[in-house]
Nanobody
Framework: VQLQASGGGLVQTGGSLRLSCAAS????????VGWFRRAPGKEREFVGD????????YYVDFVKGRFTISRDNAKNTLYLQMSSLKPDDTGVYYC?????WGQGTLVTVSS
């Protein structure tokens, strides 16, 4: 099983980024998927998730209205669209599918 996250980078406050997470080695459409993040010096924190069909999403309060999780089961890919980014959003973002985790992708938001 492999989950490959990509799309991180440096962005200014107020900017947008879209992260992708390509999955292989599992029946992707069977699993809930989502994202965590870890800010520098902090514990990993949950960002949000999406059920297998994509019809139910959950977001933590600090990203509601700014982040959107979506999936393309035909492409075995998960996305995180981030907008109105803030310096506090800086961190390594990790995708998951079921109990499987990918390596992170770094997002840096400059003030």
């Amino acid at each position: 099983v492999q989950l490959q996250a990509s799309g991180g980078g440096l962005v200014q406050t107020g900017g947008s980024l879209r992260l992708s997470c390509a999955a292989s080695g599992l029946t992707f459409s069977n699993y809930a998927v989502g994202w965590f993040r870890r800010a520098p010096g902090k514990e990993r924190e949950f960002v949000g998730d999406l059920n297998w069909s994509g019809r139910r999403t959950y977001y933590v309060d600090f990203v509601k209205g700014r982040f959107t999780i979506s999936r393309d089961n035909a492409k075995n890919t998960l996305y995180l669209q981030m907008s109105s980014l803030k310096p506090d959003d800086t961190g390594v973002y990790y995708c998951f599918a079921g109990s499987k985790w990918g390596q992170g992708t770094l997002v840096t938001v400059s003030s």
